[in-house]
């Protein structure tokens, strides 16, 4: 009778304790053998070298040449673990009311942590940060390997701004074409951080965390952070960090082979209507949602999670934070977040720091009080990359919070509807005390249809990432000149000109 094999992991050095999982009274074994299973086959069975036996209390003896014995009378205890000790553990029982021994199986991983990894071009390491010129058409081989010895073997992979290629491998090799930017801070980022698999992107992080010492996963271009403390975890799993470009909802998640459980972290800075939830009229959207898959997943201990906010706030020591937490489809909870338990809060004056034990759709709302008086609020201006004088256009004012990588996903959005950025991104604090937000657009040479906009201070609350859009239309032959305004928050606005194509025929539509 046999069990599956369990999973125990241990640096190179240390001691390690292997159980025998069975279940067998003390007085009840008759014998006992632990063995480490090798790669010896013999008449097909199988190999294994014995390193103890226990027979009927008349013999006990330690048969290996490692180091180590048996506590509370069925336990391994191997000392000053190498490489050599990695591999499959068998503990075997004979008890004196079976007439067959039941064993268990522990597979020790011995982990040898990356320490350091060499860039090198053409023999010569590159150190970091440092800059590789090439002329324009001519081209080299950029080569990042590790150095010495690491245990579970690691996969590298090189991460570029415009994502080129990716190698995997104890050695990747990257060829560099002049005019290509290759920022070699990505790359060497990129294939480090001990014996993880790791992949860094602007929009997307991936990571093989063990169980054994945790990991954090970053997402500088958004702000986010994914820290999971060693021990929160019960297998070896995948995370997977990104921003969301849709609304919030449960994604299928596709099946991984061998013992990878994936877990996949997404989230959203899109939150037009946050998932259904109806939030009290005395809260305000100040950050990304967060969605974490598989939903339902349990963590021994708390993960930190660490967003930013664009709350303006007196006090951020004071403020208020609830979070609702979507199970499945509908079901949905209010918890109110403080210093204490978990879920808790701590808000500081650009981020929140939450702590979560399960994973789910959870969408932060800060309670609008004494300490939390205004937004940071952010405008882009978008036109057509064609306009035509006779007809009118549609200029795209994007008004969003202002938080980071919500400016970059805005203009991915408006490049697909063939919109181009046409000055750059005005900042500004929005204060509950001076009211609505009225957005002007005047133009010379032109026409709007409605030249004044209120955004009131519910939609602010709400904001996240709205289009306020003018009309207008070219009234003469001439670049037509755009200024925006905000009042009363804002004392300078967009100021731009575009130009339209074609002749005026005179005609005002």
Not at 83 to 102: E, M, V
């Amino acid at each position: 009778m046999s069990y599956a094999a369990n999973d125990l992991y241990v640096r190179q050095g240390r001691d390690v304790t292997i159980p025998c999982m069975l279940n067998v009274t003390q007085s009840n074994i008759e014998s006992l053998v632990w063995q480490k299973i090798t790669n010896k086959i013999t008449n097909s069975t199988q190999g294994s070298d014995t390193l103890y036996t226990f027979v009927n209390e008349t013999s006990r003896v330690w048969q290996s040449p490692l180091r180590g014995y048996v506590v509370n009378f069925t336990d391994l205890v191997l000392l000053n673990v190498s490489l050599s000790h990695d591999g499959a553990y068998k503990c075997q029982i004979l008890t004196q009311s079976a007439l067959q021994p039941i064993e268990s199986e522990t597979y020790l991983h011995v982990i040898l942590p990356l320490l350091e990894i060499e860039v090198r071009k053409t023999g010569t390491v590159i150190n970091n940060g440092e800059i590789i010129e090439l002329l324009h058409g001519e081209e080299t081989d950029v080569e990042c390997a590790v150095v010495g010895n690491v245990s579970p073997s690691v996969e590298l992979r090189w991460v570029t701004s415009e994502d080129h290629n990716q190698t995997d491998g104890s050695t990747a090799m990257h060829h560099v074409r002049g005019g290509q930017t290759l920022p070699l801070e990505s790359r060497v980022r990129g294939s480090t951080n001990a014996a993880d698999l790791i992949a860094f992107g602007r929009d997307e992080a991936s990571k093989t965390i063990y169980p054994s010492r945790g990991g954090t996963i970053q997402l500088p271009h958004h702000g986010i952070s994914l820290c999971i403390p060693a021990l929160a975890l019960q297998r070896k799993c995948k995370i997977t960090l990104k921003p969301s470009k849709n609304n919030l909802r449960f994604d299928k998640i596709p099946k991984i082979p061998n013992l990878m459980h994936p877990i996949y972290c997404r989230f959203c800075q899109v939150l037009p209507k946050p998932s259904g939830v109806l939030f009290a009229e005395d809260e305000a959207i100040v950050s990304p949602g967060v969605v974490c898959e598989p939903s339902g997943t349990t963590f021994a201990l708390p993960l930190k999670l660490v967003i930013p906010h664009c709350a303006v706030l007196t006090d951020p020591s004071k403020a208020k934070v609830t979070m609702y937490v979507t199970h499945g489809d509908k079901n949905v909870t209010k918890e109110e977040l403080s210093l204490t338990g978990t879920p808790r809060c701590v808000v500081r004056k650009d981020d929140l720091e939450v702590y979560i034990n399960h994973f789910s759709i959870c969408e932060m709302f800060m309670v609008i009080s004494d300490y939390l008086i205004g937004k940071r609020v952010a405008s882009t201006p978008f036109l057509p990359k064609s306009m035509s004088r006779l007809q009118p256009q549609h200029c795209h004012l994007r008004l969003y919070n202002d938080t980071p990588g919500l400016e970059d996903l805005i203009e991915t959005e408006e490049e697909k509807l063939d919109y181009r950025k046409m000055a750059p991104t005005k900042k500004m604090f929005v204060l509950w005390e001076k009211g609505e937000l009225k957005i002007r657009c005047e133009v010379d040479s032109g026409h709007v249809t409605e030249n004044e906009k209120t955004v009131s201070l519910d939609d602010i609350y709400r904001l996240d990432r709205n289009i306020v859009s003018f009309l207008v239309k070219a009234t003469g032959d001439a670049d037509v000149y755009f200024k925006f305004n905000f009042h009363p928050h804002c004392d300078e606005g967009h100021a731009f000109k575009a130009n339209f194509s074609g002749s005026y025929l005179g005609i005002l539509a």
